[in-house]
């Protein structure tokens, strides 16, 4: 079936620090994938998202690219703020299938 | 456009109860997804409806039951309520399901529910 693997948090960097978030995928088809992000006390909203293979999405500065051949999709971002804490989550979605979530990376930015 | 909202946002129930959480979607949005949330197995997929009838079910006992109203509005029920229920329960809407055009998904904040 279809899962997600990403890199373990929680990750603490500096302000304007990079970021390099991994993440892994298994699965049938050609997935399209998703990053999301949750705030404390809400719900996630769609950081970025990918359908098919060598695209990039990118939003806030937050890139990730689509890598069939290393079935991968790492988020990065150049330059972070304190604002950009928060838990990060990997997510694919493949056919019918309903979407699949990483376990989620904490990210906490100190300034 | 409001976005997906969600009541109550907090609930606390005792074990043997019962619950129904509401999810209204983004408007013109026909399909409502219902995930799980807790620290240790993170996020898990409940249902998910379309058009009134449910196209997806995740690996969850009978307890869990979901519904979708003809103005694609859902509710979820939870019987016989188990500490382990204790969560945050996350709705989604999107237009379409699966490999349809607009299927991406959009959050709301979620209802808290808390087993004693």
């Not at chain 1, 999405?57 to 069939?68: D, H, I, L, M, V």
């Not at chain 2, 043997?16 to 013109?28: A, Y």
């Not at chain 2, 997806?56 to 939870?78: A, D, I, L, T, Y």
């Amino acid at each position: 079936g279809n899962s997600v693997t990403q890199m373990e948090g929680p990750v603490t960097l500096s302000e304007e620090a990079f970021l390099t978030i991994n993440c892994t995928y298994t699965a049938t088809g050609y997935p399209s994938l998703f990053w999301y992000v949750q705030y404390p006390g809400e719900g996630l909203q769609l950081l970025l998202k990918a359908t098919k293979a060598d695209d990039k999405g990118s939003n806030k500065g937050f890139e990730a690219t689509y890598r069939k051949e290393t079935t991968s999709f790492h988020l990065e971002k150049g330059s972070v703020q304190v604002s950009d804490s928060a838990v990060y989550f990997c997510a694919l979605r493949s056919g019918n299938t309903p979407l699949v979530f990483g376990k989620g990376t904490r990210l906490s930015v100190i300034a | 456009k409001a976005g997906v909202t969600q009541t109550p946002r907090y609930l606390i129930k005792t074990r043997g109860q019962q619950v129904t959480l509401s999810c209204s979607p983004i408007s013109g949005h026909r399909s409502v997804s219902w995930y799980q949330q807790t620290p240790g197995q993170g996020l898990q997929f409940l249902f998910e409806y379309f058009s009134e009838t449910q196209r997806n079910k995740g690996n969850f006992p009978g307890r869990f039951s979901g519904r979708q109203f003809s103005n694609s509005r859902s509710e979820m029920n939870v019987s016989t309520l188990e500490l382990g229920d204790s969560a945050l329960y996350l709705c989604a809407s999107s237009l379409g399901v699966g490999g349809q055009g607009g299927s991406e998904q959009f959050f709301g904040p979620g209802t808290r529910l808390t087993v004693l």
